[in-house]
Structure formats: structure tokens, C-alpha cells
Nanobody, 116 residues
Framework: QVQLVESGGGLVQPGGSLRLSCAFS????????MGWYRQAPGKQRELVAT????????NYADSVRGRFTISRDNAKNTVYLQMNSLKPEDTAVYYC?????????WGQGTQVTVSS
């Protein structure tokens, strides 16, 4: 069974940076497309960024493009989300996602709060 464990969340001031990590276990990491999603209070969960299993092509929500970078280290079974120029509207619980042929797994989430 795939397990995903996020880390790296916290409180940061506007304009600051954070790097989230998601450790993958329980299967072959390299075959899974990975993604980061977020859910703010009172809102639906939304896609932040994805990275493909093969070639590592990436996709970003318009709201984060140019500020966030998703990457993966297949040797460490880990996916990252580097978040720069953070804004208060980035405040949310961030979830890691793994997807292989419709088999989808979620982490427990990590809180990111952007506030002065």
C-alpha cells in the first residue's frame, strides 16, 4: 500500500519561501505521476502542480506559475514543492498525491500559513 508523508509546512511571512517534501513508500515511485494540491478553509481542494512519471514534465495552476516549482528525486522516492514569493492567499493545507493508472493515493497534508 502506497504511503505518502508530507513535511515542511509552517508559518511564513508574505514574500517568504518554504519547501515542502513528500516521502513515498510502498510501491515503485518512478511509475507514479505526483502532484501537490491544497485546500483552504471553506474552499474545495485544488490542484497546485503535477509532475509526470516519465520525463518529469510539469504542470502548474495559474495562481502559482512562476512562484512554485515541483520536482522529484526518484533515488530518494521524494517529491518537492519549492514555494517562493508566498502570498496570504497561499494559506492552505497542502496535500501530496500519487497517481498510477487511476490508482490514487493521498498524504495527510501539511499546513502552510502565510501571515505577517
Amino acid at each position: 500500500q502506497v504511503q505518502l508523508v508530507e513535511s515542511g509546512g509552517g508559518l511564513v511571512q508574505p514574500g517568504g519561501s518554504l519547501r515542502l517534501s513528500c516521502a513515498f513508500s510502498g510501491s515503485i515511485f518512478g511509475i507514479y505521476a505526483m502532484g501537490w494540491y491544497r485546500q483552504a478553509p471553506g474552499k474545495q481542494r485544488e490542484l497546485v502542480a503535477t509532475i509526470a512519471a516519465v520525463r518529469g514534465s510539469t504542470n502548474y495552476a495559474d495562481s502559482v506559475r512562476g512562484r512554485f516549482t515541483i520536482s522529484r528525486d526518484n533515488a530518494k522516492n521524494t517529491v518537492y514543492l519549492q514555494m517562493n514569493s508566498l502570498k496570504p492567499e497561499d494559506t492552505a493545507v497542502y496535500y501530496c498525491n500519487a497517481d498510477w493508472k487511476g490508482n490514487v493515493f493521498w498524504g495527510q497534508g501539511t499546513q502552510v500559513t502565510v501571515s505577517s
